[in-house]
DNA sequence: CGGAGGTA
DNA sequence: TACCTCCGG
């Protein structure tokens, strides 16, 4: 179900590597998916996510602040890209999403009422991201001195444009869409703690870096080859696939074939889906996208009075403990700075 | 998720 | 140093 089978396929050209290999890098962050991330795993052990006195959910600023420090001290440079308008044939996807958090939200509450203990598991997939929350966690970035990106239509495609255009060195993403846009460097499991629950149970996981052009290689197709297998076994905007094929299937079908006209006609696109896989194609293979220069992105510029605004007055985080991290913050940009200046002379 | 503080 | 558990807001 969904592009994420893909990894099966793509398994031996998956590099594990550790966070140092990042030092350095540029990696042009999906900030939904980060932010997700967040209000997902960052929940006491009862489903509560993190609040202020006045009630309003914090998980997603702890996550985002603790993160990019850590990032940052690593040597890691961060642009995040967050979604605009959604392309009008994401709606059934965009349902489908609502449809299973309202779901889980039922579980969430059975569980509860049954006086289930760890509620954890099910309050994740609860997890509602608001126009409130976008805003705020712009308005952090900018305090941090992180650069972030509007985009005009999908974050993974602007992402993956940063990195074609050579500003970004990775898109940094949990999903694997971004190679659909041409994205040529991906990185996953972009964390400190190098521990993740996977279906319960924590495991050790380490950042994954997947290029482009060795997907194609490896798969010996090319790129409408490669948006043609995700869309027979499905993605945001054909949430379903092709009943009964997947992966396997589907990969062995795009092989066979030369003309997608054949593919489309065999698997019975038309019997599945209203919109032409044209459409769909084009869209994968040209996304709206905003034109960014590289000097137009600056790291570092971090403003502490508004860090310590939002953090602590608004939404009464530790003031010693965000000091602290802000310290350390700047510590990092200093060190930074003065790498580069090195790097200016030796080079220049 | 990541930090802090504990134990072996 | 590795690992565990609880807390943060």
Partial sequence: MGLAEIRELIKPVIKEVDLSYLSGKI??????????????????????????????????????????????????????????????????EQELREEQRKKMEEKYEIAKEAGEKNLKKYAEFTSKLDY??????????????????????????????????????????QDYDSLLFGGTRVVRNITISGKRKIRGVEVNISPEIIELKDVLNYLNLNQEKLIILALVVGTDYNPDGIKGIGIKKAYEIVKKYDDPEKIFNYINWDKYYDISWKELEKFFLDPPVVDINKEDIKFGEIDEEKIRKILIDNHDFSEERVNKSIEELKKSYKQGSQKNLLSFFQNG
Wanted: glycine share 8%; charged share 25%; proline share 5%.
């Fill in 27 to 92: 990696v042009a962050l999906d900030a939904f998916n980060a932010l997700y991330q967040f209000l997902a795993a960052i929940r006491q052990p009862d489903g509560t996510p993190l609040k202020d006195s006045k009630g309003r959910i914090t998980s997603h600023l702890s996550g985002l602040f603790y993160r990019n420090k850590n990032l940052i001290e690593n040597g890691i440079k961060l642009i995040y890209v967050f979604d605009g308008r959604h392309p009008e044939f994401k709606k059934k």
């Fill in 132 to 173: 409130n929350m976008i805003d705020e966690a712009k308005e952090l970035l900018k305090a941090m001195g992180v650069p972030y990106i509007q985009a005009p239509s999908e974050g993974e495609a602007e992402a993956a444009y940063l990195v074609k255009k050579n500003i970004a060195d990775f898109v940094g993403s």
